[in-house]
Structures are given as C-alpha cells and as structure tokens.
C-alpha cells in the first residue's frame, strides 16, 4: 500500500506521481526470478492518490522467488510474523527437490553392499511382487532389483536398507525414532525427582521394525482404563485408539524427508500426560497444504518406499491415513488430531480423552451436583460448556460407563427427558 501513513494510524497522504510509482515497482518486480507481476489498484482518498500493488503468488514448482542480483541462496526470503528471514539452505532445496523431483529414497547407499540386506526378506518381497505379473516374473531378480530400484549403482538404496537391511542405522544413525515420556504436559519439565522423562528410548532397525518397536512404546506409556457395564460386561478403552496411532506414526516413517539435509533429524514422537505427538522432519510437500491433508490425493515425497510397502502389505498406499486418523478419534470420543507444519517440521497432535488428575475436582462435583437427578443441560450449564453433546461425552459418560452415575431410563439412553443420577 502506498500513500497511508502507518504511524498516524494509517492517514492519507497520498502519493505524488501514481505513474512513477507503478514504474519503480515493476522494475523491482523484473529484478526477481522468476520475474512477478503486480496488479495495481489507485483510488481517490480526499483528493490525494491511495495505490495498492498486489503481488499474485508464484506456483510451487517456480519457488523460491528470489532476487537475482543476490543469487538463490541469499535472495531467498520467508515471511515470519513482521520480518523477512532469509530461507535456509534446507528450505530452497525443499523446493527444488519437488520441482525436478528428486528421489532421495532411492539414492544409492555408498558404504553398502548386498550383504547388507536380509536375503530372506528381499526374497520374500521379490516372490510377492512377481506374484499376478507375468511380464515381471519373466525377468531374473537382478533385473528386478534393478527395475525396482533396490539397487543403483551396484549399491543397496537407502529404500532397500530400510526395507529389508541388517542394521540401516549403522549407515544413518539417526534415521530412526526418539521416544520419550513425559509425565506432565512440558517437554522436559523437571519432575520432583529430578528426571526429566518417564520412559526414554531409541527405536531402530527397518521401518517395519521400528514401526512395532514405536507402537509397544506407545502401550506401555499410555494407560488403559477398565470398564464394567451393567450387565458385567468389561470393556478396555485405551488412552489413544491404537490403528490412529499406528497410522500416524507410519505415516511419519514413510513420509518424512531422507534427504542428506535431514540425516541426522531422528522422528520424535512424545508422550505427554495429556497427549501424544509426533514429529516429522520435513514439512508438506509440493502443492499439498494443511487444509487439503485427507481430502485430496497428495504428491508423495517417497514412492518407491510407499509401494515397496504397499507389496509387503505394511501400507494400503491409497492415501486414507489421514482419514483413518480422524475417524478413529471420532470414534472413540476423542478431540481431533490436529496437524501442524512449521520451518520444515509436520507434527501430529493426538490429545486424549480419559479424564486426568486435574478433572477429578470436577468428577467430584458433578457426583454431587447429581444427587438430585440432572438433565443434559443442566450439567451442560453446570459445567460452562457451550456443547451440550461434548460435555456428555468428555465427563458424563465415562462415570456412568464406571458406574459412577446411572440414567433414570436406562431403556432410552437417547431420550429427551433422559436424566443422571449418583449412586
């Protein structure tokens, strides 16, 4: 915008020569590479000339937009709350790797050999993939290999390490996952014994290994409540629903950035008291953008990984991880994941649905509220939630399904007049 004063609360002052200006712009615009475009609005404010220059954005596959007379590497900007950050080296080359599509799952690993690899797993792969396809079936496993990108080069590729290798962490030692839990909701928040974490561990090995070794992390820092209905009935209701979990953390191994930029980036996946994250070295890629995650087919980062997958029938590879996040929290009750990308990183966000320490106060409130039988929206008003069906869900329902609070219709659990009482 030119020709508002900001300091004196965004007065007109009005711009002197309106050609001029659109001429000094665009000779900025042509200093960029790629060159841009500005749109350019003037309108009359009190008889003085108000001028907007509105710069439309460059498609993906053309960034970074830089400025020519500085390089690619130092004219290279991103916009972080009122500054401009010059990107780093990692985040150019983000850009660039989609634009020429690069393959960094399946570049060569150059202290490997054959030997490297587990002979007994390969072949299993190679005796699954040949199965329905004549053609391929026809060509011996060397051709295969090599068709199949296990091996370029003469050397195992960073795919077939961590499909099928012995130990891939020996040639990239942190190319694996940090786990840790922690008992309150602060990472690294000193506990009165002075730890740090409750559980602490490296997991390693080949994306199926680590993706067992990930999940046993899981159950044995998270809880499990027991739930006996009326009828006897037990039922196990864990912290988090296992296959959303499960999807998350495949969905980070899979998908994250193998690049030499991020090789010594380890996944992290966090257990706090509250909630369960993970965290993923490499933001989205290509086109693909918060708000089209599960609605749209991406661009995949890693596709000879993901279709090795898909034959060895760890992955469906049809793009419904993220829809089957979603509905396995709903289903559960659980709040919804909630998914962040910032400076390169993708986080998962799992927050769960038992109630904690903190809302015990109120479990003992609400008991006592329900000495008198209370209906829906009376405990909604009692507890200031605006959601009616939420507030039944997060606090009502798990103290009757405990036995804690019983329904005047058992019958009709749905019933308008249905209403809660103590026991």
Same mark, same amino acid.
């Given at each position: 915008?030119?020709?508002?004063?900001?300091?004196?609360?965004?007065?007109?002052?009005?711009?002197?020569?309106?050609?001029?200006?659109?001429?000094?712009?665009?000779?900025?615009?042509?200093?960029?590479?790629?060159?841009?475009?500005?749109?350019?609005?003037?309108?009359?404010?009190?008889?003085?000339?108000?001028?907007?220059?509105?710069?439309?954005?460059?498609?993906?596959?053309?960034?970074?937009?830089?400025?020519?007379?500085?390089?690619?590497?130092?004219?290279?900007?991103?916009?972080?709350?009122?500054?401009?950050?010059?990107?780093?080296?990692?985040?150019?080359?983000?850009?660039?790797?989609?634009?020429?599509?690069?393959?960094?799952?399946?570049?060569?690993?150059?202290?490997?050999?054959?030997?490297?690899?587990?002979?007994?797993?390969?072949?299993?792969?190679?005796?699954?993939?040949?199965?329905?396809?004549?053609?391929?079936?026809?060509?011996?496993?060397?051709?295969?290999?090599?068709?199949?990108?296990?091996?370029?080069?003469?050397?195992?590729?960073?795919?077939?390490?961590?499909?099928?290798?012995?130990?891939?962490?020996?040639?990239?030692?942190?190319?694996?996952?940090?786990?840790?839990?922690?008992?309150?909701?602060?990472?690294?928040?000193?506990?009165?014994?002075?730890? &740090?974490?409750?559980?602490?561990?490296?997991?390693? @090995?080949?994306?199926?290994?680590?993706? *067992?070794?990930? =999940? $046993?992390? /899981? +159950?044995?820092?998270? &809880?499990?409540?027991?739930?006996?209905?009326?009828? @006897?009935?037990?039922?196990?209701?864990? *912290?988090?629903? =296992? $296959?959303? /979990? +499960?999807?998350?953390?495949?969905?980070?191994?899979?998908?994250?950035?193998?690049?030499?930029?991020?090789?010594?980036?380890?996944?992290?996946?966090?257990?706090?008291?509250?909630?369960?994250?993970?965290?993923?070295?490499?933001?989205?890629?290509?086109?693909?953008?918060?708000?089209?995650?599960?609605?749209?087919?991406?661009?995949?980062?890693?596709?000879?990984?993901?279709?090795?997958?898909?034959?060895?029938?760890?992955?469906?590879?049809?793009?419904?991880?993220?829809?089957?996040?979603?509905?396995?929290?709903?289903?559960?009750?659980?709040?919804?994941?909630?998914?962040?990308?910032?400076?390169?990183?993708?986080?998962?966000?799992?927050?769960?649905?038992?109630?904690?320490?903190?809302?015990?106060?109120?479990?003992?409130?609400?008991?006592?509220?329900?000495?008198?039988?209370?209906?829906?929206?009376?405990?909604?008003?009692?507890?200031?939630?605006?959601?009616?069906?939420?507030?039944?869900?997060?606090?009502?329902?798990?103290?009757?399904?405990?036995?804690?609070?019983?329904?005047?219709?058992?019958?009709?659990?749905?019933?308008?007049?249905?209403?809660?009482?103590?026991?």
């Amino acid at each position: 915008m030119f020709g508002l004063y900001e300091n004196e609360g965004f007065s007109v002052t009005g711009v002197s020569d309106v050609q001029a200006l659109q001429k000094k712009v665009m000779e900025q615009c042509n200093q960029m590479e790629p060159p841009v475009r500005a749109v350019f609005t003037s309108v009359e404010v009190d008889g003085k000339y108000v001028v907007s220059a509105e710069i439309p954005p460059v498609d993906v596959s053309e960034r970074p937009c830089f400025n020519k007379a500085k390089g690619r590497i130092k004219g290279s900007y991103i916009r972080i709350g009122d500054a401009d950050i010059p990107m780093t080296e990692y985040e150019i080359y983000s850009y660039e790797a989609y634009r020429k599509k690069y393959q960094d799952d399946i570049r060569p690993v150059e202290r490997a050999d054959m030997s490297s690899l587990n002979t007994a797993k390969l072949d299993s792969y190679l005796f699954r993939l040949k199965e329905n396809k004549p053609n391929l079936a026809q060509l011996s496993d060397r051709q295969i290999m090599e068709l199949m990108s296990v091996v370029r080069e003469e050397k195992p590729t960073l795919s077939a390490e961590f499909l099928w290798g012995l130990y891939p962490q020996a040639f990239f030692p942190q190319l694996g996952i940090i786990a840790t839990a922690v008992q309150g909701t602060e990472y690294c928040e000193p506990q009165p014994d002075g730890s &740090r974490f409750s559980d602490n561990k490296r997991i390693e @090995g080949t994306i199926p290994e680590m993706l *067992d070794g990930a =999940m $046993n992390f /899981v +159950r044995a820092n998270t &809880r499990v409540r027991t739930v006996i209905d009326k009828d @006897g009935k037990r039922t196990d209701i864990p *912290d988090y629903p =296992m $296959n959303a /979990v +499960r999807e998350v953390i495949l969905n980070a191994l899979v998908h994250r950035d193998y690049s030499i930029h991020t090789e010594g980036m380890p996944i992290q996946l966090i257990v706090f008291s509250d909630r369960l994250e993970v965290r993923n070295p490499g933001g989205l890629y290509g086109r693909l953008s918060i708000d089209m995650l599960g609605n749209s087919q991406p661009d995949t980062r890693n596709p000879v990984l993901a279709n090795a997958l898909e034959v060895m029938q760890v992955t469906e590879n049809r793009y419904s991880g993220i829809p089957t996040i979603r509905r396995e929290m709903k289903s559960a009750s659980h709040p919804e994941p909630e998914f962040t990308a910032i400076h390169g990183e993708f986080r998962v966000c799992l927050r769960n649905a038992v109630i904690s320490t903190a809302d015990e106060g109120k479990t003992a409130e609400i008991l006592e509220f329900c000495r008198t039988p209370r209906t829906r929206k009376e405990l909604a008003e009692f507890l200031g939630i605006k959601s009616m069906t939420y507030g039944i869900k997060r606090y009502v329902e798990p103290l009757v399904e405990s036995g804690q609070l019983a329904l005047t219709d058992p019958k009709n659990p749905g019933s308008r007049s249905q209403k809660y009482y103590s026991l």
